[in-house]
């Protein structure tokens, strides 16, 4: 990963957002990373890469995985029942 002061990015943006593809940047300020760039090219990664950084939704992953953990969950048939009784 390339590190790149935010000076820097916003004196040619563009071309650091060309470069962005596939190589996400760091952006720093004082030598500290403040930001990541990264270039969306599926317009559908914007929800997952959305989902990635949303502490609440990480903390709902978590606590479902741990009762998963804990319960052993529920067999697939019992789950699509459970969801179109909810309809």
């Known amino acids: ?3 790149v002061p935010v ?9 650091y957002l060309k470069e962005a593809d596939g190589n996400p940047i760091v952006i720093t300020e004082n030598d500290r990373p403040v930001a990541t760039m990264t270039l969306v090219v599926d317009p559908e990664e914007i929800e997952s890469l959305m989902l990635a950084s949303n502490p609440r939704f ?4 978590d606590a479902a995985k741990q009762r ?20």
């Open 1 to 3: 990963m390339k590190k």
């Open 7 to 15: 000076t820097e990015i916003k004196a040619r943006f563009s071309d």
């Open 58 to 61: 990480n903390q709902l992953m």
């Open 68 to 87: 998963i953990e804990a319960t052993g969950g529920i067999e697939h048939d019992e789950f699509w029942k459970l969801v179109e009784q909810s309809e």
